[in-house]
């Protein structure tokens, strides 16, 4: 076995670790205390991992339109009417160009409280409308409209949470799920550990796992079996530090572990998101924060094209998505826009879709199992757009990241996709929910 690279320990944050539970949702993995963040930041806990949030708990984001601005923002109060397309570069009136929202008005600026200053990785940027806003690490800070309570990241479709940098080894990260973008590992397992292989597979992080038969004191993995299971080696200087152990292998070499579990990566692994040794007896992927558990009426299923979440029937379920080629990007499945582009899809009228497209309904007293999964009231004709603050009247459906999932009238018997690739161009279609989001874009 070639030695692997060891692994010091580097602590990200100088926050205090603390755990965190709101909600009556425990936060599986310890977190930085809000003791020196600026005022009106706080931390919260989420699905994917604690979260840095406003005075009010709502999710920050960072905009994928301002990936490469730094300190400044590109969302301006401007409401575009024009829209190019992404390839052939013709110009063509926006869907909501009559009435359409600004860039800001979909994502309201994390402002700054009066008095507060920048401090470590949180600077400040003074926006051309006055609006002092919240930068971190240089990207420009939104809340989302589309979060309606804490804990809540229902706006991956535009922006990427702020997720609080964890305490852990150096060279070790973590994986989680960015919804709409994020295919390096699958919504089954929840926030992964990963590392490196320098001498194997270069600068990739690859997929850890942890060995049933370890103990906290003692890693039951031979030299034999080490050719196969690569132990995550530390160095002699490694600190024990919070869920964070070292054990000492046979052979004298110190080897990191997570909640007492001894990591280990696959030597037939050598791309992120591979998985090669799951499902070998006694080994398992090594886990921070297991996946959100769904409610009792949606399962998961393991499909040609990665896990996806289904009915009680096993059919799949599937969210709609749309977005302008405006020059801001914005989204245009929210309450508030129009359904011209679904009702396209789907036959031309409200009727035709409802009949095409039947949304999952949700129990009388639902049960609240995660952020993620809420349930929300949809207007006739069941427009997948997300529920609106004010609709009373139509059916109770369970939503996923705060979008109505549906099942496909041509989907025949469970596990079939046939809904997958019903979209129109490149901005507006219906994908499954879970690992194969983001294959209807084009």
């Known amino acids: 076995m070639k030695p692997a690279a060891a692994t010091c320990l580097a602590f990200i944050l100088a926050y205090p670790a603390t755990s965190i539970a709101e909600d009556g949702f425990a936060l599986a993995v310890a977190a930085p205390s809000s003791a020196n963040l600026p005022p009106g930041i706080k931390i919260h806990a989420s699905d994917e991992g604690p979260v840095f949030t406003n005075e009010a708990g709502m999710t920050l984001y960072s905009l994928k339109l301002e990936e490469k601005a730094v300190g400044v923002s590109w969302c301006k109060d401007v409401a575009y009417t024009e829209g190019s397309h992404a390839t052939q570069g013709y110009k063509h009136a926006l869907i909501n160009y009559d009435h359409r929202p600004t860039c800001l008005q979909k994502n309201p600026p994390a402002r700054v409280k009066e008095g507060a200053k ?55 990260k973590v994986v989680r799920d960015a919804g709409i973008t994020d295919k390096t590992h699958r919504d ?91 499902g070998v007896e006694h080994w398992r992927v090594a886990v921070m924060q297991p996946p959100p558990q769904p409610p009792r009426e949606i399962s998961t299923r393991v499909t040609f094209m990665g896990d996806v979440y289904t009915d009680e029937r096993g059919f799949p379920v599937y969210w709609y998505s749309c977005r302008e080629d405006g020059p801001d990007a914005l989204s245009c499945d929210d309450p508030t826009d129009r359904n011209l582009l679904w009702y396209t899809l789907c036959g031309g009228t409200p009727e035709s879709c409802a009949k095409q497209w039947r949304p999952v309904l949700a129990p009388e007293h639902p049960k609240r199992v995660a952020y993620s999964w809420t349930v929300v009231t949809i207007p006739p004709p069941w427009s997948p757009v997300r529920a609106g603050d004010n609709v009373t009247d139509g059916l109770k459906v369970w939503a996923y990241k705060g979008r109505p999932v549906f099942t496909y009238f041509k989907d025949d018997a469970p596990g079939v996709l046939n809904g997958w690739g019903v979209k129109l161009h490149h901005y507006a279609y219906w994908e499954p929910v879970g690992d194969t989001e983001g294959m209807g874009v084009e």
């Open 188 to 278: 089954s397992e929840g926030v992964l550990l990963t590392t490196t292989r320098p001498e194997r597979a270069g600068a990739a992080q690859l997929t850890l796992y942890t060995y049933d038969l370890d103990t906290p004191k003692e890693s039951k993995c031979d030299l034999q079996c080490a050719k196969t299971w690569e132990p995550v080696l530390a160095p002699t200087v490694a600190i024990p530090a919070g869920e964070w152990s070292v054990v000492k292998r046979g052979d004298g070499a110190l080897q990191w572990a997570f909640k007492g579990k001894p990591l280990y990566t696959n030597v037939n692994d050598f791309n992120p998101g591979d998985f090669n040794g799951e």
């Open 118 to 172: 920048a401090t470590g990785k949180w600077s400040i940027i003074a926006r051309e409308d006055g609006i002092k806003q919240w930068a971190y690490e240089g990207h420009a800070l939104y809340t989302s409209p589309e979060d309606k309570g804490p804990g809540q990241t229902n706006g991956i479709s535009r922006g990427v949470p702020l997720y609080v940098p964890l305490d852990m080894p150096e060279g070790i």
